[in-house]
């Protein structure tokens, strides 16, 4: 059967493609270790690649990519999030799924390349079913009543007693609610503009840059306290983060998509078209440990 194979140096994957047949599907994963569809998606994959004997010479080729660690190959092929499935034939791109839905990936894959070796439906994981158990499997067979039972007094507490962290909480939220305003535009991003951290992020620094903008900027790399409280704080678990006015834009896709419906969203913070950049020093909102 076929398996996935993991690519961690870019010459190692364009040699890998270099060598495949003008006629090879290449299926090409990108993921990240953070985020949970990716798991999901990576399952997937690996059951629809096992249906699929190897053959000399290929006729189709399962990879993956780990979007952050490799972004020129990230952004080579237009990668806003993840999971992201590229189907690629003699350096052709046939088609992209965004999203884990078995459904679309399976289709799609079978679509350019045939069915795999066993014949028709591929197993994809099948939606876990459970059912009651009868009373007389319950301990034995000795079930017990305990629809009228209420706690007395005398019972010992079922959980111990937690210290109180509100005070804590109160005050990272007040934080964090000065951070995001701490300039019109402000970016959580994954190391700083001149050096950047992951690929996403690089991107939207030099989408900003692009669009003239004027932007504060925060190294969540530098303090896990912001950085784990911003995700619940703004109800978004990835980063970067754009906001704008104090308000939660989103991540690159949805800027990219704000971008689509008005080409016109950045003009009342831009300067100068091409020249944007961080702000004046007093908004880029660093922790000193992340001072350059």
């Excluded at 006015?245 to 704000?258: N, R, S």
């Amino acid at each position: 059967m076929s398996t996935i194979t993991e690519f961690n140096e870019p010459s190692d994957f364009h040699s890998h493609i270099s060598s495949l047949p003008s006629t090879a599907l290449l299926v090409l994963s990108f993921h990240t270790p953070w985020a949970a569809p990716c798991a999901q998606m990576s399952l997937i994959l690996r059951t629809l690649a096992s249906s699929y004997p190897p053959q000399i010479p290929p006729v189709i080729s399962f990879v993956s990519i780990n979007a952050e660690s490799l972004p020129d190959i990230s952004e080579s092929y237009d990668v806003a999030a993840v999971p992201y499935l590229v189907l690629q034939r003699d350096g052709k791109v046939l088609e992209s799924v965004s999203g884990s839905d078995a459904g679309k990936v399976r289709d799609a894959v079978e679509r350019h390349a045939g069915k795999g070796g066993n014949t028709g439906k591929v197993g994809l994981p099948p939606a876990l079913e459970a059912e009651p158990e009868s009373e007389g499997q319950i301990n034995g067979g000795a079930t017990k009543d305990l629809s009228g039972y209420a706690p007395t007094a005398n019972d010992p507490a079922t959980a111990p007693e937690m210290s109180s962290t509100k005070g804590q909480t109160e005050e990272l939220n007040k934080r964090l609610g000065e951070l995001v305003k701490a300039a019109p535009v402000m970016l959580f991003m994954k190391g700083t503009p001149s050096t950047p951290q992951c690929g996403f992020s690089r991107q939207l620094v030099g989408l900003l840059r692009e669009k003239g903008v004027r932007y504060g900027f925060f190294n969540i790399l530098a303090d896990e306290e912001v950085r784990q409280g911003l995700k619940l704080w703004a109800d978004w678990p990835t980063f970067p983060q754009l906001w704008v006015g104090g308000e939660l834009v989103g991540g690159l896709d949805i800027v990219k998509e704000e971008l689509d419906n008005d080409p016109n969203f950045f003009d009342s913070y831009a300067v100068e078209k091409g020249k944007g950049g961080m702000a004046a020093p007093d908004v880029q909102v660093q922790p000193a440990a992340a001072a350059v």
